[in-house]
Each structure stands twice: as C-alpha cells, then as structure tokens.
C-alpha cells in the first residue's frame, strides 16, 4: 500500500473508533498502535512508551492544569453572577442591553476560563432565565449565549493557544497577544448582530424600564475589577518577558483561588476540593490527548503519510488563497466532529508546513484555525456548547438553540473573512510589543 492508502485507512478507523464513542485519547492509541503493527511488526513497539512520554516531556505544558484551575476556581464561584451584573447595569440603555450583558460577561469569563463549555454554563444559567423573563425569544437566549461561550478558546490565556503552540512550537506568548484583537473584533460582531437582532424583534425599549443609578454601577465594580487586572497581568509578564507561560499561570491560578476565598468567603473545604477535583479531571484528560497525539503523529510520520500528504499538497498548482480556503474546509469539517484540543494537535504539525511554504504568517494561522474550531462548538453534531445549552434549559429544543446560533457562524465566517484580507488584525499587536519575528 501506499502512504497516501495507508493514510486513508488510518482515518477510516479512526473515524470508526470515535463513532462508537471511545475516548479520543484511547482511540488515536489503538490506531497508532495498530499500524505501527501491521507496518512494522511487534519491533516497531519498543518506542512506545518513549514516544508516549515524549508527548508531555514539556515544561510549557505545566500552564494547562494551572489555566484549568484558574477557570475552575471562577467557574465554582459567584464570579460570573458579578460579571454578568455589573455588565447589565452599565449596558442597559442599549438596544438589546440584556444580551450585550450575556456576551460581554461571556468574552470576560473566557479569558477567565479559557474554556467554552465552563463558560456556557456559568453565564448560561444565570442569563437564559433572565432574557425569557424579559420577553426575548429562546432563540435569541440560548443562541447568544452558546455563541458567546465560543470565545473562551480565542480570547487569551487560551488553552487551545497553548496547545497550538506546544505541537508547532511557536511563542505562546505570542499567540496569546495575536488572539486579543480578533477576540475583541469577533465579540464586536457578535454583538452588532444581537443589536439589530433585537432591533429587528422590537426589543429596542424593553430594557428603559430598569434603571441604575450611578452608585449601583460603581458598587459592583469592586468585585469584577481584581479578575480583569489579572488578565492583563498575565498578558503584561508574558508579552514583557518578564515570566514564562508556566510561571504566569501558576501565579494567575494562585491569585483567583485567593481572590474566590477572600471576596466571596469560600472558606468551606468542600469547593476547594472540587475546584481541584474538577482541574485534575479536565487536566488529564487533555494531557492523554496530547500525549495519544505524540504517538499518533509519530506514526502517520513513519509510516510516511505526513511527507505524502504535505508533497501532494505542494504539487497542487493552485493560488495559496484557494489552499488556504480548501484548508478551512478541512478544518470546519473536522471541527464539526472532533474537539479543538485534537483537531490542533492532529492537524497542526501536518499543516504547518505548507502553511509557511504558501507564505501565511503561523501566528495569523493560529486565529484563523482557532475560529473555524469555534465555529464546530455551536455547528451538530458535535456542537458541545448546543448540548451545554441544552442542558441548562432543557425546555428549549436543540433545534431552537442551533437556529439561534446559526447566525453567530456567520458572523465567524466574515470574521475569517476580514482577517483573510487584513492579517494586519492579528499580526500588529504581537510585531508592536514583541517585535517582528516568526
């Protein structure tokens, strides 16, 4: 067989496997495991546990339990009441206020977070309830809020961003800083189409009749305000040099568990216990991923699917815009079944290269497969944050739920759209502060 039929054999199974619902981690194992078998004999294991350990023989990797704690210790608290207030007694004399609220509360726990579902459900089931009892349509509702949880694997610290920058070892500080402006420009159009949604719904004066006096806006800030300052310290010390990913989540982490315990007196053992219960879950899951995608890569490398796939690319004569949109199909499709964390670590190193051969920025790249992974969040029929939704308000129907997203895709695609026509977006924050540099 060739390794282009090697190749595609591989993925049959693989796709087999995942259908019957076996873990990711386990899933690329038994392939990996299976064509190094049938290629190579019973030799071709020795490297096994080598190559498995390889995969999270990294330092960098210490960040992800840290920015999973950190999230953890958010999400178990009532920070994200705090965030969802103040942002609806500041936004609502706005058209649609209620739902700015949602999205902006949503943006701000991302980068809390650094992860969409947690997101979802945090804001989810305190705004859901709100937005019915104020006569919006569950469409609207569940939408807003299953798209604004997406942010969570752009907007920095990224988890994904983290994972992006391990398997193609590039600057995950940088990466962070290259996910802001898209992050923001995305929340802004998330939040333009809401505004004429609600327009469009006669929605437009619902939110006139509540009204805060300026006392009310300012006493909530307190309580909101020492979880933005550590976002933008983690971002100063990364993009400063002034600590390492790792050493920056170690110290966010600390500072939010300090941060929950004192402003909202969680003195109680048992959250503690499951902030950390729920990080150690979340951590190693991702890091069997990580270490089954090592083993994973490893083999389609030796095997020599990788060269082949990437020469039968080069030899396509087609403009890099036409590669770089047939990419984006690969990447949407594969999106729509598979997480992020696996879908970067699968296809990242593979496509790296001819992704620096066709002339495109790798920083660029990351935002630009990032999106398309937000995009398989709210899309079936994986979609984990319609099932989130879902869950939070089971008496809205999954199909009403994705109508009500469908709209926010949209508003990714022409996201990938402009930053397409100006990569500017996402390479002028990182070449200002770090200096120009791949």
Request: glycine letters at 10%; one cysteine or more; charged letters at 10%.
């Amino acid at each position: 067989m060739s390794p282009l039929e090697i190749g595609l054999v591989i993925l049959v199974v693989l796709l087999a496997l995942f259908a019957t619902g076996m873990p990711i981690a386990f899933a690329l194992g038994a392939v990996s495991v299976g064509a190094l078998l049938v290629t190579g004999g019973v030799s071709s294991l020795d490297i096994l546990g080598e190559t498995f350990f390889a995969g999270l023989n990294s330092f960098a990797l210490v960040s992800i339990p840290m920015f999973v704690l950190m999230g953890a210790a958010v999400a178990s608290s009532p920070a994200g009441t705090d965030l969802y207030e103040a942002l609806d007694r500041w936004l609502n004399r706005v058209p649609g206020g209620l739902v700015l609220s949602n999205l902006g509360a949503c943006s701000i726990f991302a980068a809390l977070s650094g992860s969409s579902p947690a997101t979802c459900a945090a804001i989810g089931k305190m705004g859901i309830p709100e937005m019915r009892q104020r006569g919006y349509p569950p469409e609207i509702a569940a939408g807003s809020i299953a798209a604004g949880g997406t942010l969570g694997i752009l907007i920095p610290p990224s988890i994904t961003m983290i994972v992006y920058g391990i398997a193609t070892e590039t600057s995950i500080g940088r990466l962070f800083i290259a996910g802001i402006l898209p992050g923001l420009m995305l929340t802004g159009l998330f939040m333009a189409w809401t505004i004429y949604s609600c327009w469009r719904n006669g929605l437009s004066l619902n939110e006139l009749s509540e009204r805060y006096s300026w006392k009310q806006k300012f006493e909530v800030l307190p309580r909101v305000l020492p979880f933005l300052m550590i976002i933008a310290g983690i971002l100063y010390v990364l993009y400063g040099g002034v600590a390492t990913p790792s050493e920056a989540a170690g110290v966010g982490a600390l500072f939010c568990l300090v941060l929950v315990v004192v402003i909202y007196r969680m003195f109680r053992l048992k959250p503690i216990v499951t902030m950390f219960r729920d990080t150690a879950r979340e951590s190693v899951m991702i890091m069997m991923i990580i270490a089954a995608s090592e083993l994973f890569a490893f083999t389609l490398s030796s095997t020599f699917v990788t060269q082949s796939i990437a020469e039968w690319i080069s030899t396509l004569e087609v403009n890099r815009w036409v590669l770089m949109a047939l990419i984006n199909l690969f990447l949407l499709v594969a999106g729509f079944f598979l997480p992020p964390v696996a879908v970067i670590l699968m296809t990242a190193p593979i496509l790296l290269p001819i992704i620096l051969q066709a002339g495109f920025d790798p920083y660029w790249f990351a935002v630009i497969l990032t999106i398309n992974m937000e995009i398989g969040l709210i899309t079936p029929p994986v979609g984990l944050n319609l099932y989130v939704i879902n869950g939070i308000a089971p008496d809205i129907p999954l199909q009403t739920v994705l109508r009500g997203s469908l709209p926010y895709v949209l508003c990714m695609v022409l996201a990938i759209v402009i930053l397409c026509v100006a990569p500017g977006i996402v390479t002028w924050l990182p070449n200002l502060l770090m200096g120009p540099g791949i």
